[in-house]
């Protein structure tokens, strides 16, 4: 059996090679970097550098334990999103049923660090892969692993994957449910239908032990047509689910529901927790973002969360930034712009441009207290691959050379632009860091 190990990764090289360190380090390992005593504000780091603040990390995952416990609800945090077994261990220790992957490469990684539990928010095509998987839970007996599927096809596939692989317990399938227009998932109640009676008739090699989808993409104009259409949809998620149980078409265990991105999470554990199923189930969340938050787009969401589930505010403080990308001032060509040294190959940009967040002018004793946050007029307006255009009143006194720290919007694709990120405490102290495998 596997057990979660992170030593490798804690072992592993660090030199100036990697984006984000010193030029002039010797090579040590990821477990050194806590221990160089190193300060963002002291510009011991070359810029542009991501950090993650670890006091908001660990608001953001206590405010989501509390969340889950008023709920009755689990999470299988989304790990695409960061794609860092440390920080998926730091999830399984603070309660996570699971972890949910987005391709089978991904729970390559989580397997190569001992993750047991893995649900698979995907399709698992092609035979590779399909191999991968079936050999993966004949090596493991311990091995918890779910994979969706929205075909009779893909079924036939995976059963016939299972007889070959010579596979002695069932591979075990999350019926898809999805909307038209969307991504994967069956369009029509009698497609699913079609699908988990499939998956029925491969029995013994494959086992139906739930329904899913993913309502993130289901956005309107307002906020209240958002709602409406994501209601409907979580309303055909358990439609199904009750067409299965009627015809007993489930394999043994607990019956698994699951959906809930980052936004719409408290109107998926409103609408399954009133499932009416005849065998007891489990409602397990996929929220992928929530423990770094952002400083735009979920900002946004979260409010419109507050309006939906006003009790939420009874649980503290609502989440909080930790990601922030920092950069220098390295022009200012015109009166209203400075240029930056950050672009689109260090920070996201896919859901809204970065938000200037506060500066420095660095110096000799420079400390958190030295940190001015921005007034109105500063705003970015576009990035290259190397440089950010900041749009600054004609007075703004940022100078060549002053440090600037910004906000991200979608934390996913600023993840993955970094190798490794420094974890900071409130003094901005390097205290760890972690790595990523996309």
Known sequence: MTKIDLSAIEASAIDRTVKGMPGDIMPMTLAGIGKKGWNILREDLPLPAAVMRESAIAHNSSWMRRYLAATGADIAPHGKTTMSPQLYARQIADGAWGITLGSVEQVQVARQFGFGRLLLANQP?????????????????????????????????????????GLTRPLQVILEGGFQGGRTGCRTHEQAMEVARAIKAEAPHLSLRGVGGYEGLLRKPTPEESAKVVEDFLSSLLDIATGCDREALFGEGEILLTAGGTVFYDMVTKRFSKAG????????????????????????????????????????????????????????????????????????????MPTPLKWLRPGQGVTVSSLQSFGPGYVVTGLNDQHCYLQVPETSPLAVGDMVAFGISHPCTTFDKWQVISVVDDDYNVVSAIRTYF
């Open 125 to 165: 095509v092609g035979a590779r892969s399909q191999r991968y998987i079936i050999d993966e839970l004949k090596r493991d007996p311990d091995f918890d692993f779910y994979c969706f599927v929205d075909s009779v096809a893909l079924v036939r596939q995976l059963g016939q994957a299972a007889r070959a692989g």
């Open 277 to 352: 199923l005849s065998r007891p189930h489990r409602l397990v969340l996929r929220c992928g973002c929530y423990l770094t938050h952002d400083s735009d787009s979920y900002v946004k969401h979260f409010a419109q969360l507050r309006a939906r589930t006003p009790w939420v505010d009874d649980l503290g403080p609502a989440p909080q930034a930790a990601l922030e990308v920092w950069a220098y001032v390295q022009s200012r060509p015109e009166p209203n712009r400075a240029i930056l040294t950050v672009g689109r190959r260090d920070i996201s940009f896919d859901s809204a």
